[in-house]
T-cell receptor, first 120, second 108 residues
Framework: DTGVSQNPRHKITKRGQNVTFRCDPISEHNRLYWYRQTLGQGPEFLTYFQNEAQLEKSRLLSDRFSAERPKGSFSTLEIQRTEQGDSAMYLC??????????????????FGPGTRLTVT | SQKIEQNSEALNIQEGKTATLTCNYT??????LQWYRQDPGRGPVFLLL?????KEKRKERLKVTFDTTLKQSLFHITASQPADSATYLCALSYKLIFGSGTRLLVRP
């Protein structure tokens, strides 16, 4: 399968614990994005990478959230000291986008199945 | 601030009819707009991308229009089928802003 994969698919954790999610993008895609989605809402952009460079991280929800893509391939999203409000679906997407005049990605995104986080 | 609006009420139509979904935005001048389909518990699936210099784009039974003066995109599914039932999201590519989606239900 050459689609975007995410692990784990489900994570239940206790408040205050740290969690880490992994995303493996489509191999030829150089852009990788993280989103959060809560029930009834569209995906909320968190951050994105062009290869290993994190180009936008101001939308990360707090300093408890961090993301890495050390070798420009897979990425991890870590949430430290989880809170009940962090319960959501965390989606990863990849694209083959290149820079545009507007500075934003220009190509369609391919999403993974998501990791559903429940904080108890 | 930038805002995208999609009809939050579900659209309920009879099989065979044309479904029309609306996406309105404010405070943007996007270079392009995308439409995605999302089924429950799954990630969104890309459907169509339309650029600001394109008035209309088609793909099989799907058609998207983009009116930068009205700041609106319309998404049409012709000859709708029950399998088209899903939530449809529009997204302004600049800064990756998604609408909250409109749920479509096609009755057999």
């Amino acid at each position: 399968d050459t689609g975007v994969s995410q692990n784990p698919r489900h994570k239940i954790t206790k408040r205050g614990q740290n969690v880490t999610f992994r995303c493996d993008p489509i191999s030829e895609h150089n852009r990788l994005y993280w989103y959060r989605q809560t029930l009834g809402q569209g995906p909320e952009f968190l951050t994105y990478f062009q290869n290993e460079a994190q180009l936008e991280k101001s939308r990360l929800l707090s300093d408890r959230f961090s993301a890495e893509r050390p070798k420009g391939s897979f990425s991890t999203l870590e949430i430290q000291r989880t809170e009940q409000g962090d319960s959501a679906m965390y989606l990863c997407a990849s694209s083959a986008g290149t820079e545009t005049n507007s500075g934003g990605p220009s190509y369609e995104q391919y999403f993974g199945p998501g990791t559903r986080l429940t904080v108890t | 601030s930038q805002k995208i609006e999609q009809n939050s009420e579900a659209l309920n139509i009879q099989e065979g009819k044309t479904a029309t979904l609306t996406c309105n935005y404010t405070n943007y001048s996007p270079a392009y707009l995308q439409w995605y389909r999302q089924d429950p518990g799954r990630g969104p699936v890309f459907l169509l991308l339309i650029r600001e210099n394109e008035k209309e784009k088609r793909k099989e039974r799907l058609k998207v229009t983009f009116d930068t003066t009205l700041k609106q995109s319309l998404f049409h599914i012709t000859a709708s089928q029950p399998a088209d039932s899903a939530t449809y999201l529009c997204a302004l590519s600049y800064k990756l802003i998604f609408g909250s989606g409109t749920r479509l239900l096609v009755r057999p």
